[in-house]
């Protein structure tokens, strides 16, 4: 089936836009999150949503960043007047949570660029 | 806080050439390990796991032993192929299902 996919797969914007970037998780997963990654750097973990449960937010870096999810579907991440600094490539993850290790599958990521 | 450590790159090898990519982690708990690998153009993939002491690992010729002891988790290949290139990224699971990774590691394997 379809694995977890992402939109748009770059973004080029200005200092102190507003920019939204979407996640599609596989289909039945229940748990999504989202990560960060800039250049050289491993990925920081952002948010974490699972089920109807309220979504874990410590690594969201300022309260510039938000996200959102509807059910056990599309997620967005908006980031608000944005700064150079978080030029990055975010990444959203999808897993089934049950008993045990929930393997996490990556979407191809969104490549941010602030100017 | 819980961390992860792997060696810097890039790494580069002839083929055939014996691989380590070291890891080591700092954690609480006992958490589980990850190999994740990213090909060029591709999304990050699990290449293997281990959830508990002493575990192996292993994948595509791929293995990684998790050892307590050294609090490490190094990955490991016999024999290297072109197609091998990649980012290697070690990352632990410990709580709420966070990953938390390390800086990632570049193989370039030459034929």
């Known amino acids: 089936g379809a694995g977890v996919s992402q939109s748009p797969s770059n973004k080029v914007t200005e200092k102190g836009k507003d920019v939204e970037l979407r996640c599609d998780p596989i289909s039945g997963h229940t748990a999504l999150y989202w990560y960060r990654q800039r250049l050289g750097q491993g990925l920081e973990f952002l948010i974490y949503?699972?089920?109807?449960?309220?979504?874990?937010k410590s690594g969201l870096p300022s309260d510039r960043f938000s996200a959102e999810r509807t059910g056990e579907s599309v997620s967005t991440l908006t980031i608000q007047r944005t700064q150079q600094e978080d030029s990055a490539v975010y990444l959203c993850?999808?897993?089934?949570?049950?008993?045990?290790?929930?393997?996490?599958?990556f979407g191809p990521g969104t490549r941010l660029t602030v100017l | 806080g819980d961390s992860v450590t792997q060696m810097e790159g890039p790494v580069t090898l002839s083929e055939e050439a014996f691989l380590t990519i070291n890891c080591t982690y700092t954690?609480?708990?006992?958490?589980?390990l990850f190999w994740y690998v990213q090909y060029p153009g591709e999304g990050l993939q699990l290449l293997l796991k281990a959830t508990k002491a002493d575990d192996k690992g292993s994948n595509k010729g791929f293995e990684a032993t998790y050892r307590k002891e050294t609090t490490s988790f190094h990955l490991e290949k016999g024999s290297v192929q072109v197609s091998d290139s990649a980012v290697y990224f070690c990352a632990l699971m410990e709580y709420g299902n966070k990953l938390v990774f390390g800086a990632g590691t570049i193989l370039r394997v030459k034929s």
């Open positions: 949503f699972q089920g109807n449960s309220a979504p874990d």
């Open positions: 954690a609480t708990g006992y958490p589980s």
């Open positions: 993850a999808s897993s089934l949570v049950r008993g045990g290790l929930n393997e996490q599958f």
